[in-house]
């Protein structure tokens, strides 16, 4: 069994900033692919970044140059440091991962979402 779970999200003015953290625990052996995803109402879901067990990323077009994802592979965890943020980011934020288990079985692992909200 594997658990993701995210913190960080809240309220915050536009420009602002803010850091999520996912992190993966259960029977792991390996977390390959990290990733958040986010859906705001009406929308369909989309990729914001994700990143490798060996730190290669990918961002969505709409916040490449504002947000950065990162790994702490020791912990299981990723970051997503989230500034100038816009109205346009509010969403709920899902973390993602690919894991292999101890038993050796390819998971996908799906966080609950943290909700983000960016409004004066």
């Known amino acids: 069994q594997v658990q993701l779970v995210e913190s960080g999200g809240g309220l915050v003015q536009p420009g602002g900033s803010l850091r999520l953290s996912c992190a993966a625990s259960g029977s792991i052996s390996t977390v390959r692919l990290m990733g958040w995803y986010r859906q705001a109402p009406g929308k369909k879901r989309e990729l914001v970044a994700s990143i490798t067990n060996s730190r290669m990323t990918n961002y969505g077009d709409s916040v490449k140059g504002r947000f950065t994802i990162s790994r702490d592979n020791a912990k299981n965890t990723a970051y997503l440091q989230m500034n100038s943020l816009k109205p346009e980011d509010t969403a709920v934020y899902l973390c993602?991962?690919?894991?292999?288990?101890?038993?050796?079985?390819?998971?996908?692992?799906w966080g609950q979402g943290t909700q983000v909200t960016v409004s004066s």
């Open positions: 993602n991962a690919e894991i292999i288990s101890i038993g050796g079985i390819l998971v996908g692992s």
